[in-house]
């Protein structure tokens, strides 16, 4: 049996507050090995990333708060200042996007102190006190009278459902987009310093404990069978902001029983569950690990990365097909249009952070460096900064993108986040360690040691990075550098020019202690080739890679239609025909012996006599934008290629 909220929440009470907590914030229970910086102490230097995070301010800028706050002032019975926008913001989710565009700006705005962000979360954040005070029961929100009244029912004890994973009358996860809002409010508090947000954030806190805190354990159970998004991981974050137990009681109710407990017994329910209602879930019980101790929280947590990072993710490092996680013997088989929902790997990067902090191993970082590059990096549109739902895997397809104003799915939402914070994973710390995760051209600015360190780098068009001491440090640290999984040779190291014997095995992390100086320059070496990766279920299923790189063949000019490739309905282009995709005829010598680099360009390259009927370029997926596209090829013998080649007609 699983100790309850009160009993966790008096027990890391016990426990004394740190120096430089806020005031009644509790201290961790659990102290990370790793953790990573804030925003503002990691800024970009280029690449493609920092240029998606330029696209993304842009598109940020570009929208209007007054037309995202239409709902909650409509609801609060205030006459809105504009009408709303359109596509899921007039429909059940009404309001999930200005939380998560909340979320967003104050990303934003710690990561490069622009006021531009820090304006408009004072302007909304205002907005919604008034709205908030206009209700007057501590609701804060844009939900239809449907989806609202169903949250109000809870608070009289009826929780009422049409289906498996359905409220009655269709109420469309209202849960889900209260998490939202209240995530909002809270890294408007905590990121941007807003009080007028962190009074909002818990009379919305407040209110979600009252009206769940009445519910029978079967009706609780029965409530969490429709999305609740992260209600569990920000009402942990509450707690721990602010030493109230009630939050944290409050989490517990949002532990749901059907998922976790066979997690926690190690067995795997998630074939056939929707993959992006369970992940938000997981965060949760990763959080209640950190703040209170409890190592079943951890234990559920860990199994459950492992399942979908090694089983239920495509070579992208994506997961779910039509939104649904699939079973591994079926993946072959599931490579359509509806694959890998973005928000999705959203969330399971936000775990991978967790799981890193317990146990910093390369095979978590080597993870999260794949889904960044191959599916975060390559869901933004990059002409206008629009988001994709799904990346499709289907052979021969191409990408769709969301419209700037008549779409805000789900992944909008989260793409809004995603692209705000790429300086967080590049380095972690722990005690005298500075980890650097990934290989992106970066500043570094470790106050609390005095450290400022400068990455530079073209990877991964080589294997090469450069770590320069900008400024010298106070004490001796150690460098924690990541040597790749997939790396083909040992990782080397040159210290001001001379090599330096320390271990580089693929798959750990190299550790160089000394007393730094200002100027001391690491060169990083780390052996890149191509290779192959095959589907779980068929071995002839496969895809190329370029170190942690996917590369996909451009297939042409993708349809140019009111849909495509901006799209207001995420399924619009479904029904699309898919361009003839090549085969693979197996040839004497491994598969990648016939696929060369082409000289003088970045990242391509081009099968020679491996594809059928005609040889193919292969390109980083992340920069087919457009265009139709193949990742995964089947593999097929000569013999088998001429029996399925049309045979001339006799005499021709």
Known sequence: MRRTGAMLGCAVLTIALACGLRAGAVAPAVAPLASPFPLGEVRLLGGPFKAAMGRNAEYLLSLEPDRLLSSFRDTAGLAPRAPSYGGWERAGLAGHTLGHYLTAISQQYA???????????????????????????????????????????????????????????????????????????????VLAGSTQARDVALRLADWVDKITSGLSPELDQKMLEVEQGGMMDVLVELYSLTGEARYLDGSRRFYHKAVFDPLLGRRDPLTGLHANTQIPKIIGEARTYEVTGDPDARAIASFFWDLVAH???????????????????????????????????????????????????AEYTDFYERALYNHILASQDPERGMFTYFMSLQPGFFKTYSTPTDSFWCCVGTGMENHT???????????????????????????????????????PENGRTVLTVVSQPGARLTLMVRCP???????????????????????????????????????????????????????????FLYGPIVLAADLGPGPKSPTAPYARDQHDNFKEQPAAVPLLVRGAGPIEAYVVRDPGKPLEFHTVGLARPADVTLLPFWRISYDRYNVYWDVVTELQWMDRSPHPAAGG
């Open 111 to 189: 990561a490069t102190g622009d006021d531009r962000f820090l304006k408009r979360i004072t302007y909304i954040v205002s907005e919604l006190a008034q709205c908030q005070a206009a209700v007057g029961d501590g609701y804060v929100g844009a939900l239809p009278p449907l989806e609202l009244g169903t949250l109000r029912n809870l608070g009289r004890g009826i929780v009422e459902l049409d289906a498996p994973h359905g409220f009655k009358g269709g109420a469309w996860a209202p849960w889900y987009t209260e998490h939202k809002v209240l995530n909002g409010l809270k890294d408007a508090w």
């Open 311 to 361: 089983h239920y993710s495509y070579v992208i490092g994506g997961d779910s097909k039509n939104e649904f996680f699939a079973e591994e013997r079926e993946m072959s088989h599931n490579l359509g249009a509806d694959t890998a929902e973005t928000c999705n790997t959203y969330n399971m990067l936000k775990l991978t952070e967790h799981v890193f902090g317990w146990d910093p191993r």
């Open 421 to 459: 914070k790429y300086g967080e994973a590049i380095y972690s710390h722990g005690g005298d360690q500075l980890f650097v995760n990934l290989f992106i051209p970066s500043e570094l600015d470790w106050r609390e040691k005095g450290l400022r360190l400068r990455q530079e780098t073209d990877y």
């Open 485 to 543: 999984g997939w790396a083909a040779g040992e990782v080397t190291f040159l210290l001001n020019g001379s090599p330096l014997r320390v271990a580089g095995t693929p798959g750990t992390y190299a550790a160089i202690t000394r007393d730094w100086a200002k100027g001391d320059r690491l060169e990083v070496s780390i052996p890149i080739a191509l290779r192959t990766e095959a589907t779980p279920d068929n071995p002839s299923k496969l895809a």
